[in-house]
């Protein structure tokens, strides 16, 4: 069982930055992938990034690529999420994820979810 608490969120201005973190607790953080998913009003919840277990190989959405960064301290059970040049269409509840399975994209693919953090990003 894996436990996931996400915090960072906020309220910024466009083109602001924020740095969500995870911070996992149970068995074997290490070895799980991490992803972050995010779900605005009255959409599906979209992958954002995904991160492997050694934080060799990360993933991306389009949306994102250029822009947010993700990375993994093992030894701190804390996975981050560098969020730059944001927009307005950023704005969503964002959500931790882990997965046993190398680098999904999949949602359905994660088995262990944090609550969320609210990112509101103004215009």
């Known amino acids: 069982q894996v436990q996931l608490v996400e915090s960072g969120g906020g309220l910024v201005q466009a083109g602001g930055s924020l740095r969500l973190s995870c911070a996992a607790s149970g068995r074997a953080f290490s070895s799980y992938t991490m992803g972050w998913f995010r779900q605005a009003p009255g959409k599906e919840r979209d992958f954002v990034a995904s991160?492997?277990?050694?934080?060799?190989?990360?993933y991306y959405a389009d949306s994102v690529k250029g822009r947010f960064t993700i990375s993994r301290d093992n030894a701190k059970n804390t996975v981050y999420l560098q969020m730059n040049s944001l927009k307005a269409e950023d704005t969503a509840v964002y959500y931790c994820?882990?997965?046993?399975?190398?680098?999904?994209?999949?949602?359905?693919?994660?088995?262990?979810w944090g609550q969320g953090t609210q990112v509101t990003v103004s215009s």
């Open positions: 994820a882990a997965s046993d399975l190398v680098g999904t994209m999949t949602s359905s693919q994660y088995n262990y």
């Open positions: 991160i492997t277990w050694s934080g060799g190989r990360q």
